[in-house]
C-alpha cells in the first residue's frame, strides 16, 4: 500500500508521492479511531435513538477510507488492451459506493425517527453503577461524544482537507468534509440526550432525524458528484465548484506554439487524473508526425494530472470543446 510512485503509466513528482502516503496513513488511522469510537459509544447507547443514529453514522463514515484504499490498489495499474484509460475511475466508483451507501442509510434513519416522532415513544435513559456511584447514563453519553469529536473535527479531518486539492481527490475531500462536519452529529446527540433527560422526549427524535437528514445530504451531494464524473462531465476543482483551471492553461500553451491558429480541449476527469483531447488548428496543411508527437509530450508534461493527450488537428474546433475562455 506504500508504495505509491507509479500512478497509472506516469510516476507522481514528490509532492503528490508524499501526499498520498500522508493520506493513507490517514486513512488507517481514522479506521482506527472510528473503529475504537464505535465500540465505545455502543456501551453507551442505550435507548436513545440520537445516539443510536449517531453509532450508525460512525459506522457509515468508515466506508469512504476503505473505499480510497481499495481504489488505490487499482489506481497505480498501468493501461492495457482490455483497460485502455487504466483503472483510474475506480476512485470516482468508490466516492459512488460511499455516497449511495449514506443515502440508503441516512434515508432509512430519517424514516424510522419520523416514525418515532409521530408514534409518541419516549425513550428512556436508565442508570448505571460507576466505582459503587449510580450515575446517570445520560452524562457517559454526553461525555463520550464529547470526546469522540476530538479526532474528526481537530486531527483527521483537517489534515485530509489539505492532502486533498493537492491530489485533486474528490473522494478524500469529501471524507475530510464529512469528517469536519461531525460537530453537529455531537450536538444533535448531546441536545437528544438531555433533551430526555430533563423530560422532552420529542427532543430525541428531533436529534435523530437532524442527524439522519445530514447523512442524507453528505450521501446526495456524494452521489451526485460522483455520478457527473462517470458521466464524463467537463472536468472540475477538488471540490466541484468550479471548471479546472488547467483547460484554460492547456488551451493557453497551445495558442502559444507559433505554428497552431486556434485550438480547444475537451478535458476528461477520471478521477484524479485527466485525459486530454487537444483539438488544433494549424496554420498550415501539412504538419509533420514528429512535431505532434512533440507536442503530446509537451502537453503531457505541464501536470501531473495530465495521464494522456491526444492531439487532433481539424479545419475547425468543435463546438463542445472548451476554448479556455
Keep these: 500500500m506504500t508504495e505509491t510512485k507509479q500512478y497509472g503509466r506516469r510516476a507522481l513528482p514528490s509532492e ?17 479511531y472510528t473503529s475504537t469510537t464505535i465500540a465505545v459509544i455502543a456501551l453507551v447507547v442505550g435507548e436513545s435513538q440520537a445516539m443510536r443514529t449517531a453509532w450508525i453514522e460512525d459506522m457509515l463514515s468508515l466506508i469512504p477510507q476503505f ?4 481504489a488505490l490498489l487499482f489506481v497505480r495499474r498501468g493501461p492495457t488492451r482490455k483497460h485502455p484509460y487504466g483503472l483510474h475511475r475506480a476512485m470516482g466508483v468508490g466516492h459512488l459506493v460511499a455516497g449511495v451507501a449514506l443515502l440508503a442509510v441516512g434515508l432509512n434513519l430519517a424514516i424510522e425517527a419520523v416514525t418515532g416522532l409521530i408514534s409518541g415513544e419516549h425513550p428512556t435513559i436508565g442508570t448505571v453503577q460507576l466505582f459503587g456511584q449510580t450515575i446517570w447514563l445520560g452524562w457517559l453519553m454526553v461525555g463520550v461524544m464529547v470526546v469522540v469529536i476530538i479526532g474528526p473535527v481537530f486531527f483527521y479531518g483537517p489534515a485530509k482537507s489539505k492532502l486533498a486539492p493537492v491530489l485533486h481527490n474528490k473522494l478524500l475531500y469529501a471524507d475530510a468534509d464529512m469528517a469536519k462536519a461531525d460537530w453537529q452529529t455531537t450536538v444533535a446527540s448531546i441536545v437528544g440526550v438531555l433533551g430526555v433527560g430533563v423530560g422532552v422526549w420529542w427532543l430525541d427524535g428531533a436529534a435523530a432525524l437532524f442527524i439522519s437528514l445530514g447523512i442524507i445530504w453528505d450521501g446526495f451531494r456524494n452521489t451526485k458528484t460522483a455520478i457527473v464524473d462517470l458521466m464524463d462531465q467537463r472536468a472540475r476543482t477538488y471540490d466541484s465548484k468550479h471548471p479546472h483551471p488547467l483547460a484554460a492553461d492547456i488551451v493557453s500553451f497551445l495558442r502559444s506554439r507559433l505554428w497552431i491558429a486556434e485550438a480547444a480541449v475537451r478535458v476528461r476527469d477520471q478521477g484524479q487524473v485527466f485525459h486530454v483531447e487537444a483539438f488544433i488548428v494549424p496554420r498550415r496543411h501539412k504538419v509533420p508526425v514528429h512535431d505532434l508527437t512533440a507536442l503530446q509530450k509537451q502537453v503531457t508534461d ?24
Design 16 to 32: 503528490q508521492e508524499r501526499a498520498i502516503k500522508k493520506a493513507v496513513r490517514w486513512e488507517v488511522f481514522t479506521i482506527v
Design 67 to 70: 473505499a480510497f484504499l481499495t
Design 302 to 325: 505541464l501536470d501531473w494530472k495530465i495521464q494522456d493527450a491526444v492531439i487532433v488537428p481539424v479545419e475547425q474546433l468543435p463546438d463542445e470543446a472548451d476554448p479556455g475562455r
